[in-house]
């Protein structure tokens, strides 16, 4: 399966089950959001719930509630009138997570994540966090710069220093779509 897919179907099967078992750790997700909320304590841009850990258990996670609308009405975001703002707020914070705090909610759909009536962005379900090294942020950072210098042969490299495609795959048949995408 490697040489067909470029990467071992095992390990990928190995950590969904990993990830599936974590989803349900509640002990786990309020550490996850003390964690965020720490990253993100005061933040202008961002809103995480506060924790409540005295009030948390195996089977329970008790946080603040969060009044905005989710991102599953897209239709009502847009009639906050802040979309672009919103958008911003959204990809400033994705790469905050990644490069500057290495641990990253990996499950950001839109029952996940709320658009605040004051312009915030909030996440909820911090179930499925990931954290990152400090050298895959490193070879993160050297994606973004190859995206904007459009050299996409050296960021489909990125893509296999990250473990994403196994050394030695044949990264010139990918180059032509990171350009169409980019």
């Known amino acids: 399966s490697e040489k067909q897919l470029g990467c071992n179907a095992q390990l990928i099967i190995d950590e969904f089950g990993e990830k599936l078992l974590e989803e349900l750790d509640y002990?786990?997700?309020?550490?996850?959001?003390?964690?965020?909320?720490?990253?993100?304590?005061?933040?202008?841009?961002?809103k995480i719930p506060k924790p409540y850990p005295e009030y948390c258990g195996a089977q329970v996670v008790t946080m603040e509630w969060i009044n905005g609308t989710r991102c599953t009405r897209?239709?009502?975001?847009?009639?906050?009138?802040?979309?672009?703002?919103?958008?911003?707020?959204?990809?400033?914070?994705g790469l905050r997570q990644l490069l500057e705090f290495g641990l990253f909610?990996?499950?950001?759909?839109a029952g996940n994540i709320f658009a605040?009536?004051?312009?915030?962005?909030?996440y909820v379900d911090f179930g499925n966090v990931a954290e990152i090294s400090e050298a895959n942020k490193e070879i993160l950072i050297d994606a973004v710069?190859?995206?904007?210098?459009?050299?996409?042969?050296?960021?489909?490299?990125?893509?296999?220093?990250?473990?994403?495609?196994?050394?030695g795959t044949d990264v010139r048949p990918i180059v032509p779509?990171?350009?169409?995408?980019?």
């Not at 605040?116 to 909030?122: E, S, V």
């Not at 779509?177 to 980019?182: C, F, G, Q, S």
């Open 74 to 93: 897209p239709e009502l975001v847009q009639k906050m009138g802040h979309v672009d703002e919103f958008i911003r707020h959204g990809v400033v914070s």
């Open 27 to 46: 002990q786990q997700e309020m550490r996850n959001i003390c964690d965020f909320y720490r990253n993100f304590e005061g933040d202008p841009i961002v």
């Open 116 to 122: 605040l009536d004051d312009g915030k962005i909030a």
């Open 145 to 167: 710069v190859h995206a904007v210098n459009e050299d996409y042969a050296e960021m489909a490299g990125d893509f296999m220093r990250l473990g994403f495609l196994a050394p």
């Open 177 to 182: 779509a990171l350009e169409k995408i980019w």
């Open 105 to 109: 909610h990996a499950d950001p759909h």
